[in-house]
């Protein structure tokens, strides 16, 4: 390529000197082939398979999982919030709390729609709660970010009820009750990391407080978990 | 800008009164306004945030001056710093003579983040104890299945929150017809009556975590340093309002505010925490608790 430039540099290098005489009509269309691209990506998005739709979303989604569970001081989640995830997060975590205990239909577990409605309904006076107190993030953001860091909390979940196929004894308690206050902690540090710069610094432990309360009640909720027995249950502990 | 002292002198009285149009300022009662009046001017600024100056509250009757559908109404309730809820809650669980809670913390700021979240708070270190303790009570029973009662943690939210509302409410509603019957001095307004009944709730906490412990006395102990400890600080804050009253109804309504206190606190205990069985467990426990199981199999 070099050699063909230098050998035909000579042959253009008279090019300089030519100029187009003005009784020549210049004229012509000069079309772009190209369309403007915002409008083919419009039709594109609505053309491409639903598959590519899904997989941007949850691509998305799961950046942010990955921002919640390396936690440093970034506005990603801040700038791009989605209500996706914590959806996600909500439904799983209700489907895997929800019954608890068969023995009586009144004093078990907590069933799916109250876990659901805590979660959310805790999330929204949070929410309110750090607005009253002179917050500079918006409604939405703060849901997303509290419904994020419920993360750390699905996960433990997951590993207590691992753990409780292997047996209820009290090794078994301790393992899960490890992993609970380490997933609280994660989730309570998580989401001060994010919250925390939006709020006067006279302040915050009252907005901090709240979230703090937050996380323990469904940490509480996780660790009381007890799977329902179909027999007469003799066990002796959580 | 010839003759500086006159418009600095000037220029001091319009920044006081623009200070005072400011809902968000607390000013001070200045003794003589023509001493070194840019010294003060600069140092306003550190005052308003100085908890100990106990000043005049020239805005008392200026604040709440939004709607009460918008934002801006309810944000004038959560105007409190850190420091200052703490204040409050040191305040109520020490009580001093002579003090009154409402003049000494709250001087017409009341806020509503406290008593919600005090209450909701105890809502759940009631029913979070309660749990613990019944565990713990029943530990040794082969019959005893654990289980997480997360129905009582409405139950608790309903008897506190109501206790947190209703009693101010009925409280303020006495007072305001006393009051148009009998000249007072003090009267409190209804935000301010939740704010002390909030603040005063607190002492619970602390006592709902010493409930775990399953010996009935050091339970029964706790509920007396605690309703001793708020009780006398709603004593103080209230006994100024109803003291020119007739001597028999100032007494019936402190003694009532003492008695729904302690009554909250024993209906709790008695009703989340169960007692410690000190008979033989193999016997009735067993008993009771195989009837429950066979009456709940037959429900099924």
């Keep these: 390529m070099a050699e063909a430039d230098e050998a035909s540099k000579p042959l253009f290098a008279g090019l300089s000197d030519v100029s187009i005489s003005e009784d020549i009509p210049v004229e012509g269309e000069i079309t772009v082939p190209v369309g403007s691209p915002s409008h083919d990506d419009e039709y594109s998005t609505l053309d491409e398979p639903v598959k590519e739709t899904i997989l941007r979303d949850l691509k998305a989604v799961g950046k942010k999982f990955g921002h919640v569970m390396y936690p440093k001081k970034s506005t990603t989640l801040l700038r791009d919030w989605d209500l996706w995830g914590p959806l996600l997060l909500c439904v799983t975590l209700a489907l895997m709390l929800q019954g608890g205990s068969a023995d009586s239909k009144e004093d078990g577990g907590p069933q799916f729609a109250e876990v659901f409605v805590i979660i959310w309904f805790g999330s929204v006076i949070i929410t309110l709660n750090s607005k009253l107190l002179g917050g500079t993030i918006s409604f939405f953001q703060s849901l997303c970010v509290l419904g994020y860091c419920i993360l750390p909390l699905t996960v433990a979940m997951i590993v207590c009820r691992l753990v409780l196929l292997g047996g209820t004894g009290t090794a078994s308690f301790i393992v899960r009750f490890i992993v609970v206050v380490a997933s609280f902690g994660w989730s309570t540090f998580a989401s001060t990391a994010f919250l925390a710069d939006s709020q006067s610094p006279n302040r915050k432990a009252l907005v901090v407080y709240p979230v703090f309360l937050f996380y323990f009640v469904i940490s509480w909720m996780i660790l009381t978990f007890s799977p329902s027995h179909s027999d007469g249950a003799t066990d002796t502990g959580p | ?300």
């Design chain 2, 1 to 300: 800008m010839a003759a500086v002292g006159d418009l600095q002198f000037q220029e001091f009285d319009d920044a006081e009164n623009l200070l005072a149009a400011n809902r968000d300022a607390t000013t001070i009662s200045i003794g003589d306004p023509n001493e070194k009046p840019t010294n003060q001017r600069r140092s306003l600024g550190n005052w308003s945030r100085n908890a100990d100056s106990d000043k005049t509250e020239l805005l008392a009757g200026q604040r709440k001056s939004a709607a009460f559908w918008t934002f801006e109404y309810y944000q004038a309730f959560f105007d409190v710093d850190t420091y200052q809820v703490l204040d409050r809650i040191k305040g109520s669980v020490l009580p001093l003579p002579g003090k009154n809670f409402v003049r000494l913390y709250i001087r017409s700021n009341p806020d509503l983040y406290g008593p919600l979240w005090i209450c909701t708070t105890l809502v759940f270190a009631i029913a979070i104890s309660g749990n613990i303790s019944n565990f713990l009570v029943h530990l040794g029973q082969p019959q005893y299945h654990y289980m997480p009662e997360f129905r009582k943690v409405t139950i608790a939210a309903t008897a506190i929150y109501s206790y947190a509302w209703l009693v101010p409410l009925a409280l303020w509603g006495f007072l305001m017809w006393r009051n148009s019957k009998v000249m007072n001095i003090v009267s409190y307004s209804f935000l301010e009556i939740v704010c002390v009944y909030g603040y005063s709730l607190f002492i619970y906490i602390p006592a709902a975590i010493l409930w775990i412990i399953p010996i009935e006395w050091v339970r029964w102990i706790t509920i007396l340093v605690a309703m001793c400890l708020s009780g006398s600080v709603l004593v103080i804050t209230f006994w100024p309002a109803v003291r020119d009253d007739h001597r028999r109804i100032a007494i019936a309504t402190i003694s009532a505010v003492l008695i729904l206190h302690a009554l909250l606190a024993v209906g709790c205990k008695a009703y989340f925490f169960d007692a410690p069985q000190i008979e033989v467990p193999g016997l009735s426990g067993s008993i009771a608790s195989g009837n429950r199981t066979v009456t709940a199999v037959k429900t099924h």
